[in-house]
């Protein structure tokens, strides 16, 4: 397990490093960030053991379950999924230092009710759906400027860039848009001058597309497959691609 799990790490930083080289940008400039879903404590304290400081969850449930096993370990865990309003109180007490998933003016609401309450802060990016899919959760790209303007107004809200998830397509150029998309907001929120809001972070890209990710600007990428093997179930469930039911 341990062989496997260092070996896919070393493609995975070569792959960045390589991709860096070929945008003419440092290296320094794209952190890798372990999606952890569905991986067991025991596989993640492996890649924390050796360098890697930045690990996400999908789901409140598995932010829970780890917690322990992984508290004692140096790391920084980001949140990735969509955020219901009932779970922020565990989004805090679980020591996540960014949601990357914010999407909707309720729940930095809600968020900024509970750190006030708990004399908090919390960093977040706002999500975009870039894709235009219905099934995909993120502000609607017309509305992420607006939505970002709102958000600066929460003290306790630290806004520090745009996050995405993108096309799942084979097609490079249909993906690339996406990275586009989410690039030119970047600079149109940064010509804004909004009081409040940092705009260094981009988090886009996974390991079928990081490459792609990295050449249209990437600070983050996500990668989970790539480092820890297959899951049982598919992105798509994990990634909340079916909003049905769901709950604010």
């Not at 565990?90 to 990357?100: E, G, H, S």
């Amino acid at each position: 397990m341990k062989e496997d799990i260092l070996h896919n790490l070393t493609i995975i930083n070569n792959r960045i490093k390589n991709a860096c080289e070929q945008s003419g940008r440092n290296t320094d400039e794209v952190k890798l960030l372990l999606a952890t879903k569905t991986v067991s404590a025991e596989r993640i304290k492996v890649a924390l053991e050796h360098g890697q400081t930045l690990i996400a969850e999908n789901k409140v449930q598995e932010l829970k379950e780890k917690y322990d096993d992984l508290k004692d370990i140096p790391h920084d865990n980001h949140f990735i999924g969509h955020l219901q309003t009932n779970k922020i109180k565990d989004i805090l007490r679980y020591d996540v230092t960014c949601v990357q998933s914010l999407d909707r003016l309720e729940l930095a609401e809600k968020l900024h009710q509970r750190l006030l309450a708990e004399n908090k802060t919390m960093n977040v990016l706002i999500q975009v759906n870039t894709s235009n899919e219905e099934s995909k959760f993120g502000i609607d790209p017309s509305e992420a400027v607006e939505l970002t303007r709102k958000v600066s107004g929460f003290s306790t809200l630290k806004i520090k860039g745009l996050m995405t998830i993108g096309l799942f397509s084979a097609e490079t150029e249909k993906v690339r848009a996406c990275f586009k998309m989410l690039k030119n907001l970047q600079q149109e929120i940064i010509h804004e001058h909004i009081p409040n809001v940092e705009m260094k972070e981009l988090s886009m890209g996974m390991s079928g597309d990081l490459e792609t990710a990295i050449e249209e600007g990437a600070t983050i990428v996500r990668v989970g497959t790539a480092v820890f093997g297959a899951r049982i179930y598919p992105d798509s469930y994990y990634w909340n691609e079916c909003k049905t039911n769901k709950k604010a």
